[in-house]
Structures are given as structure tokens and as C-alpha cells.
């Protein structure tokens, strides 16, 4: 059974930092691209970013680029993503997600963690 479970949100006040954490299993996990994907209240899925199976390319929505670093420890089944120089508007549930190869699309999520950026 594949599972995907956050943590690492919490309560952070403007320009802090955060690392969220995404511990995989039921899957061969240095096999396959991994996403975190957020929606902020009231708005839809907004990707976020994305590292390639062995963590050497990755990708990230405009809004984050140069604050925020996707990374993978594949011997440790686990995604991460650190958050700097964090915003108001950065507030949203984050998920991790297994990329579905060749769809552009995910076939299994984690449950999610809220980060909520505020002072």
C-alpha cells in the first residue's frame, strides 16, 4: 500500500522558515518524480515543485523560486522542502505527491500539512 505522510507544518511569522518532510513507502520511491502541491484557503491545487527521481533536476512555481529548495533522500524513502523567507501568501495545506509518469498528473497523495504564515 502506497503511503505518503507530511509533517513539519506549523505556525510561522513573516520571513521565517520551514521544512516540511514527506516519508514515502509501499513503493519503490527513488524510482519516481515527487511533488509538493499546496492549496490555500479558499483558492485551488497550486503545484509547487518537483524534483526528478534522483534529485538532480528540479522545478518550481515562479512565486517560490529562490526561497524555497526541493530535495530527496532516496536512501531514507523521504521528500523534503524548505521553506525561507516565508510569506503571508505562502499560507496553504502542503501535499506531497507521487508523480504518475508520462500523465502530468499524480497518482497518490499524502494527507497534507498546514503552514500558516502570520505575525
Known sequence: EVQ???SGGGLVQPGGSLRLSCAASGFSFSDYAMSWVR??????????????SAGGETAYVNSV??????????ANNTLYLQMNSLKPEDTAV?????DLPGFG???????????????
Open 105 to 119: 498528473a499524480y497518482d497518490y497523495w499524502g494527507q497534507g500539512t498546514q503552514v500558516t504564515v502570520s505575525s
Open 39 to 52: 492549496q490555500a484557503p479558499g483558492k485551488g491545487l497550486e503545484w509547487v515543485s518537483t524534483s526528478d
Open 65 to 74: 523560486k529562490g526561497r524555497f529548495t526541493i530535495s530527496r533522500d532516496n
Open 94 to 98: 502542503y501535499y506531497c505527491a507521487k
Open 4 to 6: 505518503l505522510v507530511e
